[in-house]
T-cell receptor, first 114, second 112 residues
Framework: DSGVTQTPKHLITATGQRVTLRCSPRSGDLSVYWYQQSLDQGLQFLIQYYNGEERAKGNILERFSAQQFPDLHSELNLSSLELGDSALYFC?????????????FGQGTRLTVV | DAKTTQPNSMESNEEEPVHLPCNHS???????IHWYRQLPSQGPEYVIH???SNVNNRMASLAIAEDRKSSTLILHRATLRDAAVYYCILRPPYSGNTPLVFGKGTRLSVIA
């Protein structure tokens, strides 16, 4: 158990809908990262937050948005869903934003768009 | 961004040591070398990280070349559970635009 909690574990929704994925970081971790992994694909970095502020952005679609709240949990919002958005979404957390500390990953949310 | 080069795949026999190489010739003097792995159907898992000196933990050892242009992840005794994709990643030390970006990694197969 990494200490990073992602909910829900599974989500099935229709095209055009909007969903929210939630991530609770490990206690004391200030940085949160979001990733997308499509079937048999690599881990695509989406976005990183540190203590409530956006710190780095990857290939995140405009239909996707995220935020980190004062209690440090984070949410990834996916809207106007398409079939191609079906993927595993992982969240990770670390104490700091840089490389001095390691990151720990949740078990992911499997999103299926039908 | 400093890049890493890893073999696409490697194979090992169970209970034998495994040396997973990573080249990072453009590493900066302050980049940390991180290793993560992803087992099938699971989230990535932190393995080890270091800066200049060799590092050991319960999972593995990290050997860093003196010039820091390469490193090797050592699994001392491979088990079937070690079959995974292993990622070598360079990260600057401080906060700022320092995303944790994964490349293609090395797919390790362990043969019983």
């Amino acid at each position: 158990d990494s200490g990073v909690t992602q909910t829900p574990k599974h989500l099935i929704t229709a095209t055009g809908q909007r969903v929210t994925l939630r991530c609770s970081p490990r206690s004391g971790d200030l940085s949160v990262y979001w990733y997308q992994q499509s079937l048999d694909q690599g881990l695509q970095f989406l976005i990183q937050y540190y203590n409530g502020e956006e710190r780095a952005k990857g290939n995140i679609l405009e239909r996707f948005s995220a935020q980190q709240f004062p209690d440090l949990h984070s949410e990834l919002n996916l809207s106007s869903l398409e079939l191609g958005d079906s993927a595993l979404y992982f969240c990770a957390s670390s104490v700091r934003a840089g490389g001095r500390t390691e990151a720990f990953f949740g078990q992911g949310t499997r999103l299926t768009v039908v | 961004d400093a890049k890493t080069t890893q073999p696409n795949s490697m194979e090992s026999n169970e209970e034998e040591p495994v040396h997973l190489p990573c080249n990072h010739s453009t590493i900066s003097g302050t980049d940390y070398i991180h290793w993560y792995r992803q087992l099938p159907s699971q989230g990535p898992e932190y393995v080890i990280h270091g800066l200049t000196s060799n590092v050991n933990n319960r999972m593995a050892s990290l050997a860093i070349a003196e010039d820091r242009k390469s490193s090797t992840l050592i699994l001392h005794r491979a088990t079937l559970r070690d079959a995974a994709v292993y990622y070598c990643i360079l990260r600057p030390p401080y906060s700022g635009n320092t995303p944790l970006v994964f490349g293609k990694g090395t797919r390790l197969s362990v043969i019983a």
